[in-house]
């Protein structure tokens, strides 16, 4: 973990932007170590390690905000971007209407570690890569037709700390580790791909190498690279219908995240985020009392479920992890919220704030927004449930509008149900619609045994633009009278 | 940093490797964006940053390990870290090497100092402009004002130099009303002639016009599309004229070289551009080639890295984008070359269409044929016998970018200089491109605003 050296510079920042007329400010120094690797059609065709490692300080200064980061870690740069920071929030209060209100939070001296089982930065390079090597080999042994093959992983290690004006000094340290193959075709006019676990990048989780290792690769790659060359010359999936649609675990993730993770995202609510991300359907007044969807649908804010990309001991502004609910039997009951959002809806922040490494702004980001399992059974049980429809299966195309009710997906496959059986392979399947007519739609989930916390490593917020990592558990569930079918 | 100190940089990281071959490229950038929301300012940042990459070969096994610890011991451990994971990976035989020098030619430049010396103040100055002129039409603002300085510095063992230092500024504004927004964008390399009233006046005329918008039902329109769109048309079909798109069979001008694959519109690669963002060299440090990718319809090129040319046997151009697996090259300076049209005659040749400000959240449905999906926002309008009518609530649309372009029934004679969304730090590529009148495109739904 971060020591002494980082605390030092962190209550000197601290003190020069309290002398220069700082009325709060916060410290966060930022570590990080990151490795990807990646197979390309039987070749090592990318090894690429970084470590990036600075500090930023945030202020506010006559009621208005300011930031400033650096990597170079010196006492004479600590009060260099201290005072820049305070300079800068100065400048930010020519445009001021109220004064920044920050919710209160307990200040804490703590320490936080994810759990692992494997340390994947213990291991030797080559045991990680001959993963990959197996795995890309399998489904080129099972499909030698096959345009393209890839089998990537990600690891991860990221070291906090975290002090502030009101006293608080949070050490953390965090891993994950992701991984993916992927098989692509071409022919037929057509291109196609399959991915396993999840879709086009990767699925990460917080964790170690255990997390790589669970998905048995080489035994799943025969299968996925047999659906990539299937995909070429399956049905095209019926045009502008409506159906009863099962989506799989690892598409109702992403369906998750874009029709629930962000609406319930109060700072874009409140609107600061209406010029580039966009606001939201889900506006304060509805609050508590809104339908999002079913009586079948109760999706939690939880940042302390193992596992899950948005598990962390206190978030970047020092506010510890916390469950609760975003819908519940299905009305909207609740936001994922900063110390300052929070403050103006009089409730106390539930520790979303986190920033993409040490050179960007905390902001409201996803911690583990996750569809909770229902009492369908198995996927297979489903099915079996459901004499007319089509399952999807793991995304391939997705978009929604900039208050996230208009949205269309693509999955990879699909597979025409008939008279409670899977039938027909389906290429090309997509669905759309309106985000609360959608879940109002939802008729089953699927039980605890099919869910499965998936990660998307790859969310994008903000200006300057932040990737953020959340975590989205889900089992599979079926929607009724979904418009099927959008392009040929 | 100036460039005596990116080559020290270089120097000694070269100096440090083990290795057959090596380059190491620093990318040093000095990036401030103010963020202003419900017309004020919420978010104010300033950010230094330096990361150092470095690229060790030992026969056909390579590693990179990148760094933001730039002392001596940083430079050294980062070369020496990638030094000893080429030992540990297994070969690449499709690896062809690191590209050699082969001399560049001067672009014109591209640092203004007026943008480098902006302060925070500044940068809030202008903030202040557009949420004044917003809140003047009685509508909220939001956006940013951005300055950004880039040095990149790319130097290998087989002889290459290359430094380039950059500024950019840009500002963006949404003005919002109660029922209807619109959106616009400008960007100078030189902040002291940013059009930052032009951008407030452009977005709070076009909001107050897009108010109470009215349901028109989806389906095929003629369109005219703001430059905003284009970029985002161009930006995706830019992807697919590259090499590697050709090598894995995902792009619609594969067998297609010489061929018409859209219609009439001409699609350059200008890296000499001297009113894009120039630059004379591409990542990897390579002369950057000007390109005629489509001509007259006509596709006629696709870009290409070292890497992809090697393995495809075809000539580098200089395309090269940080080492990437996914996207190792790309146009990086796109230009949709102008048509004799003003913007208004444009909209006065439609006898009954809609006019689309931007498109959001745009994403492939399928690659081959250049099928996206997306949505219109900010300023959406139904036209009618030449005349902008009035606002209309956004679509969705699934179309063929390609397909729609073949129906291109006019092109602007204005070009906007604009980035492919927003970018903070290294700006690798800038667009520019034209309205354009296109004579069917596909909307496949409606949203409820």
């Given at each position: 973990?971060?020591?002494?050296?980082?605390?030092?510079l962190?209550?000197?920042?601290?003190?020069?932007?309290?002398?220069?007329?700082?009325?709060?400010?916060?410290?966060?120094?930022?570590?990080?170590?990151?490795?990807?690797?990646?197979?390309?059609?039987?070749?090592?065709?990318?090894?690429d390690?970084?470590?990036t490692?600075?500090?930023?300080?945030r202020?506010?200064?006559?009621?208005?905000?300011?930031?400033?980061?650096?990597?170079?870690?010196?006492?004479?740069?600590?009060?260099?971007?201290?005072?820049?920071?305070?300079?800068?929030?100065?400048?930010s209060?020519?445009t001021?209407?109220?004064?920044a209100?920050?919710?209160?939070?307990?200040?804490?001296?703590?320490?936080?570690?994810?759990?692992?089982?494997?340390?994947?930065?213990?291991?030797?390079?080559?045991?990680?890569?001959t993963?990959?090597?197996?795995?890309?080999?399998?489904?080129?042994?099972?499909?030698?037709?096959?345009?393209t093959?890839?089998?990537s992983?990600?690891?991860?290690?990221?070291?906090?700390?975290?002090?502030?004006?009101?006293?608080?000094?949070?050490a953390?340290?965090?891993?994950?580790?992701?991984?993916?193959?992927?098989?692509?075709?071409?022919?037929?006019?057509e291109?196609?791909?399959?991915?396993?676990?999840?879709?086009?990048?990767?699925?990460q989780?917080?964790?170690?190498?255990?997390?790589?290792?669970?998905?048995?690769?080489?035994?799943?790659?025969?299968?996925?690279a047999?659906?990539?060359?299937?995909?070429?010359?399956?049905?095209q999936?019926?045009?502008?219908?409506?159906?009863?649609?099962?989506?799989s675990?690892?598409?109702?993730?992403?369906?998750?995240?874009?029709?629930c993770?962000?609406?319930?995202?109060?700072?874009?609510?409140?609107g600061?985020?209406?010029?580039?991300?966009?606001?939201?359907?889900?506006?304060?007044?509805?609050?508590g009392?809104?339908?999002?969807?079913?009586?079948?649908?109760?999706?939690?804010?939880?940042?302390?479920?193992?596992?899950?990309?948005?598990?962390?001991?206190?978030?970047?502004e020092?506010?510890?992890?916390?469950?609760?609910?975003?819908?519940?039997?299905g009305?909207?009951?609740?936001?994922?919220?900063s110390?300052e959002?929070?403050?103006s809806?009089?409730?106390?922040?539930n520790g979303?704030?986190?920033?993409?490494?040490?050179?960007?702004?905390?902001?409201?980001r996803?911690?583990?927004?996750?569809?909770?399992?229902?009492?369908?059974g198995?996927?297979?049980?489903?099915?079996?449930?459901?004499d007319?429809?089509?399952?999807?299966?793991?995304?391939?195309?997705?978009?929604?509008?900039?208050?996230?009710?208009?949205?269309?997906?693509?999955?990879?496959?699909?597979?025409?149900?008939k008279?409670?059986?899977?039938?027909?392979m389906?290429?090309?399947?997509?669905?759309?619609?309106?985000?609360?007519?959608?879940?109002g739609?939802?008729?089953?989930?699927?039980?605890?045994?099919?869910?499965?916390?998936?990660?998307?490593?790859?969310?994008?917020?903000?200006?300057?633009?932040?990737?953020?990592?959340?975590?989205?558990?889900?089992a599979?569930?079926?929607?009724?009278?979904?418009?099927?079918?959008v392009?040929? | 940093?100036?460039?005596?100190?990116?080559?020290?940089?270089?120097?000694?990281?070269?100096?440090?490797?083990?290795?057959?071959?090596?380059e190491?490229?620093?990318?040093?950038?000095?990036?401030?964006?103010?963020?202003?929301a419900?017309?004020?300012?919420h978010?104010?940042?300033?950010?230094?940053?330096?990361?150092?990459?470095?690229?060790?070969?030992?026969?056909?096994?390579?590693a990179?390990?990148?760094?933001?610890?730039?002392?001596?011991?940083?430079?050294?451990?980062a070369?020496?870290?990638?030094?000893?994971?080429a030992?540990?990976?297994?070969?690449?035989?499709?690896?062809?090497?690191?590209?050699?020098d082969?001399?560049?030619?001067?672009?014109?430049?591209?640092?203004?100092?007026?943008?480098?010396?902006?302060?925070?103040?500044?940068?809030?100055?202008a903030?202040?402009?557009?949420c004044?002129?917003?809140?003047?039409?009685?509508?909220?603002?939001a956006?940013?004002?951005?300055?950004?300085?880039?040095?990149l510095?790319?130097?290998?063992?087989?002889?290459?130099?290359?430094?380039?230092?950059a500024?950019?500024?840009?500002?963006e504004?949404?003005?919002?009303?109660?029922?209807g927004?619109?959106?616009?964008?400008?960007l100078?390399?030189?902040f002291?002639?940013?059009?930052?009233?032009?951008?407030?006046?452009e977005?709070?005329?076009?909001?107050?016009?897009?108010?109470?918008p009215?349901?028109?039902?989806?389906?095929?329109?003629e369109?005219?599309?703001?430059?905003?769109?284009v970029?985002?048309?161009?930006?995706?079909?830019?992807?697919?004229?590259?090499?590697?798109?050709?090598?894995?069979?995902?792009?619609?001008?594969?067998?297609?070289?010489?061929?018409?694959?859209?219609?009439d519109?001409?699609?350059?690669?200008d890296?000499f551009?001297?009113?894009?963002l120039?630059?004379?060299?591409?990542?990897?440090?390579q002369?950057s080639?000007?390109?005629?990718?489509?001509?007259?319809?006509?596709?006629?090129?696709?870009?290409?890295?070292?890497q992809?040319?090697?393995?495809?046997?075809?000539?580098?151009?200089?395309h090269a984008?940080?080492?990437?697996?996914?996207?190792?090259?790309?146009?990086?300076?796109?230009?949709?070359?102008?048509?004799?049209?003003?913007?208004?005659?444009l909209?006065?040749?439609?006898?009954?269409?809609?006019?689309?400000t931007?498109?959001?959240?745009?994403?492939?449905v399928?690659?081959?044929?250049?099928?996206?999906?997306?949505?219109?926002?900010?300023?959406?309008?139904?036209?009618?016998?030449?005349?902008?009518?009035?606002?209309v609530?956004?679509?969705?649309?699934?179309?063929?970018?390609?397909?729609?372009?073949?129906?291109?029934?006019g092109?602007g004679?204005?070009?906007?200089?604009?980035?492919?969304?927003?970018?903070?730090?290294?700006?690798?590529?800038s667009?520019?491109?034209p309205?354009l009148r296109?004579?069917?495109?596909t909307?496949?739904?409606?949203t409820?605003?």
């Amino acid at each position: 973990m971060l020591g002494s050296v980082e605390r030092d510079l962190a209550r000197r920042a601290l003190d020069t932007a309290r002398t220069r007329g700082a009325t709060y400010a916060d410290v966060r120094f930022v570590r990080r170590s990151v490795e990807d690797v990646l197979v390309k059609n039987g070749h090592l065709e990318n090894v690429d390690r970084s470590d990036t490692y600075g500090f930023a300080v945030r202020t506010i200064a006559d009621g208005a905000w300011g930031f400033a980061a650096s990597p170079v870690l010196t006492a004479a740069e600590a009060d260099r971007v201290a005072a820049l920071a305070v300079e800068v929030a100065r400048a930010s209060a020519l445009t001021k209407r109220e004064g920044a209100r920050l919710a209160a939070v307990k200040p804490v001296t703590a320490t936080y570690t994810t759990p692992i089982e494997i340390d994947p930065w213990s291991m030797s390079f080559d045991s990680r890569v001959t993963l990959l090597l197996d795995a890309d080999a399998a489904m080129k042994q099972a499909q030698p037709t096959l345009r393209t093959t890839r089998a990537s992983y990600e690891i991860w290690k990221e070291e906090k700390l975290f002090l502030s004006s009101e006293g608080a000094d949070i050490a953390q340290t965090l891993y994950e580790t992701g991984a993916s193959i992927a098989a692509e075709s071409v022919g037929n006019g057509e291109q196609q791909i399959r991915t396993y676990p999840g879709s086009g990048g990767r699925s990460q989780n917080t964790a170690g190498w255990e997390y790589a290792l669970k998905w048995d690769f080489v035994a799943n790659a025969p299968r996925i690279a047999e659906e990539a060359v299937a995909l070429l010359t399956a049905q095209q999936c019926p045009q502008d219908i409506r159906t009863s649609v099962i989506l799989s675990s690892n598409q109702l993730m992403l369906q998750c995240h874009e029709s629930c993770g962000h609406p319930i995202e109060l700072d874009r609510a409140l609107g600061t985020e209406a010029a580039f991300a966009g606001t939201s359907f889900l506006t304060t007044d509805r609050l508590g009392t809104f339908r999002y969807g079913s009586e079948h649908v109760n999706i939690a804010i939880d940042s302390t479920r193992k596992g899950g990309l948005g598990t962390f001991g206190y978030d970047d502004e020092g506010v510890p992890a916390s469950e609760g609910w975003a819908v519940k039997d299905g009305i909207f009951v609740g936001y994922l919220m900063s110390r300052e959002t929070a403050a103006s809806m009089g409730k106390a922040s539930n520790g979303t704030m986190r920033a993409d490494g040490w050179s960007r702004l905390p902001l409201i980001r996803m911690t583990n927004v996750s569809v909770m399992p229902g009492s369908a059974g198995t996927l297979e049980d489903l099915i079996a449930d459901t004499d007319d429809g089509i399952y999807m299966d793991t995304n391939r195309s997705w978009s929604i509008d900039d208050r996230r009710l208009n949205f269309q997906f693509g999955t990879q496959v699909g597979w025409q149900i008939k008279n409670g059986k899977r039938t027909t392979m389906l290429r090309n399947p997509t669905y759309t619609g309106i985000t609360p007519e959608f879940w109002g739609s939802c008729d089953a989930v699927c039980s605890e045994s099919e869910w499965v916390m998936w990660g998307t490593p790859n969310c994008g917020k903000g200006q300057p633009g932040q990737i953020g990592h959340t975590g989205h558990g889900a089992a599979p569930a079926r929607f009724t009278n979904v418009r099927v079918g959008v392009v040929s | 940093m100036g460039e005596t100190a990116l080559r020290s940089i270089c120097d000694k990281a070269l100096a440090a490797v083990d290795g057959d071959q090596a380059e190491a490229v620093v990318i040093a950038r000095n990036a401030a964006l103010t963020r202003f929301a419900n017309a004020a300012i919420h978010q104010n940042v300033v950010s230094r940053e330096a990361q150092l990459r470095v690229r060790v070969v030992r026969g056909k096994r390579v590693a990179m390990v990148t760094t933001d610890r730039l002392d001596d011991e940083g430079i050294r451990r980062a070369a020496s870290e990638a030094s000893e994971l080429a030992k540990l990976t297994p070969e690449n035989p499709t690896f062809g090497g690191l590209p050699g020098d082969r001399g560049l030619r001067p672009a014109p430049s591209a640092f203004v100092e007026r943008t480098a010396d902006a302060t925070p103040l500044d940068r809030a100055r202008a903030a202040k402009q557009l949420c004044d002129a917003a809140r003047t039409a009685s509508l909220s603002a939001a956006g940013y004002v951005s300055t950004n300085v880039q040095e990149l510095a790319i130097a290998n063992s087989r002889g290459v130099w290359a430094y380039a230092p950059a500024t950019t500024s840009d500002v963006e504004l949404a003005a919002l009303g109660d029922a209807g927004s619109a959106f616009a964008q400008r960007l100078s390399l030189d902040f002291g002639t940013l059009d930052v009233a032009g951008c407030a006046q452009e977005a709070v005329e076009k909001a107050t016009a897009a108010q109470k918008p009215r349901d028109l039902a989806p389906g095929t329109h003629e369109v005219i599309l703001e430059p905003y769109a284009v970029r985002d048309m161009i930006s995706f079909l830019g992807s697919q004229l590259t090499g590697l798109a050709v090598e894995e069979g995902r792009s619609f001008v594969i067998g297609k070289l010489g061929q018409k694959v859209t219609g009439d519109v001409t699609l350059v690669d200008d890296p000499f551009d001297p009113k894009g963002l120039p630059r004379a060299f591409d990542l990897e440090g390579q002369p950057s080639e000007r390109l005629v990718l489509i001509e007259r319809g006509v596709a006629k090129a696709v870009v290409y890295d070292s890497q992809t040319a090697h393995r495809t046997g075809a000539k580098n151009t200089g395309h090269a984008l940080p080492p990437n697996p996914f996207q190792p090259s790309a146009p990086m300076h796109l230009r949709l070359e102008p048509g004799g049209k003003t913007r208004e005659e444009l909209i006065k040749s439609c006898k009954r269409g809609v006019l689309v400000t931007r498109f959001w959240y745009t994403r492939w449905v399928h690659q081959l044929r250049t099928i996206v999906t997306g949505m219109t926002r900010d300023g959406t309008f139904a036209i009618e016998d030449g005349q902008i009518a009035y606002p209309v609530k956004n679509f969705r649309f699934t179309q063929s970018y390609h397909d729609a372009l073949g129906g291109t029934l006019g092109v602007g004679s204005e070009l906007a200089l604009l980035v492919p969304g927003e970018q903070f730090g290294l700006q690798v590529s800038s667009y520019r491109v034209p309205a354009l009148r296109l004579a069917a495109f596909t909307f496949t739904g409606a949203t409820q605003y």
